[in-house]
């Protein structure tokens, strides 16, 4: 997927997110204006470390290998990691995520998903090429399929609405 593709991707995916995690379609009540500042400040919070995200992977076309040197787990695990130990760059790894669902699903070429331990690139068969008049659709189409999951996800699995340092501190009072 193109640069062009993956910020659509993003930026809808960060208003789709802000939707899912402000408002519950169970108790929603469209006349409280709290509800909409609550979306407004969600959707900011998600918005730019998102379309950052998004927009990192693809900088190995100038350093590295293209589709292999920042696009596999290892780096997904470096941004998922991050907010724990440093406690910022929350949010970025949504959009590293999204950028490799994206660059699986809705392009031709696929990913190297345990580089650097192997360069062989995964790929589903859906994806289009990235000059096809297709390519803004499949954008649309995989951003909706990822906002279904997240949403099912959230409303009937887990809550996403909590920082992933809240999580771990959570967790290790557990432990
Ligand atoms: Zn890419």
Same mark, same amino acid.
């Given at each position: 997927?193109?640069?062009?593709?993956? *910020?659509?991707?993003?930026? $809808?995916?960060?208003?789709?997110?802000?939707? #899912?995690?402000? #408002?519950?379609?169970?108790? /929603?009540?469209?006349?409280?204006?709290?509800? +909409?500042? $609550?979306?407004?400040?969600?959707?900011?919070?998600?918005?730019?470390?998102?379309?950052?995200?998004?927009?990192?992977?693809?900088?190995?076309?100038?350093?590295?290998?293209?589709?292999?040197?920042?696009?596999?787990?290892?780096?997904?695990?470096? /941004?998922?990691? /991050?907010?724990?130990?440093? =406690?910022?760059?929350?949010?970025?790894?949504?959009? *590293?995520?999204?950028?490799?669902?994206?660059?699986?699903?809705?392009?031709?070429?696929?990913?190297? $998903? /345990?580089?650097?331990?192997?360069?062989?690139? +995964?790929?589903?068969?859906?994806?289009? @090429?990235?000059?096809?008049?297709?390519? =803004? #659709?499949?954008? +649309?189409?995989?951003?909706?399929?990822?906002?279904?999951?997240?949403?099912? #996800?959230?409303? +009937?699995?887990?809550?996403?609405? *909590?920082?992933?340092?809240?999580?771990?501190? @959570?967790?290790?009072?557990?432990?």
């Amino acid at each position: 997927m193109n640069k062009k593709g993956h *910020v659509l991707n993003a930026i $809808l995916l960060a208003l789709g997110l802000g939707v #899912i995690l402000t #408002i519950d379609p169970r108790t /929603f009540e469209p006349n409280r204006a709290e509800t +909409y500042v $609550l979306l407004a400040q969600k959707i900011g919070q998600l918005s730019l470390p998102i379309i950052l995200g998004a927009l990192f992977p693809d900088v190995d076309t100038a350093f590295g290998k293209h589709r292999k040197t920042l696009h596999n787990l290892p780096v997904l695990i470096v /941004f998922l990691a /991050f907010p724990l130990v440093f =406690d910022n760059l929350h949010f970025v790894w949504i959009g *590293v995520a999204t950028h490799y669902v994206l660059d699986m699903v809705g392009s031709k070429r696929g990913i190297a $998903l /345990f580089y650097p331990l192997s360069p062989q690139e +995964y790929d589903l068969p859906t994806g289009v @090429a990235t000059s096809s008049k297709y390519a =803004d #659709i499949v954008t +649309y189409v995989v951003t909706a399929a990822e906002l279904v999951v997240l949403a099912g #996800i959230h409303y +009937y699995v887990i809550s996403l609405d *909590v920082s992933l340092a809240d999580t771990a501190a @959570a967790f290790t009072a557990v432990l």
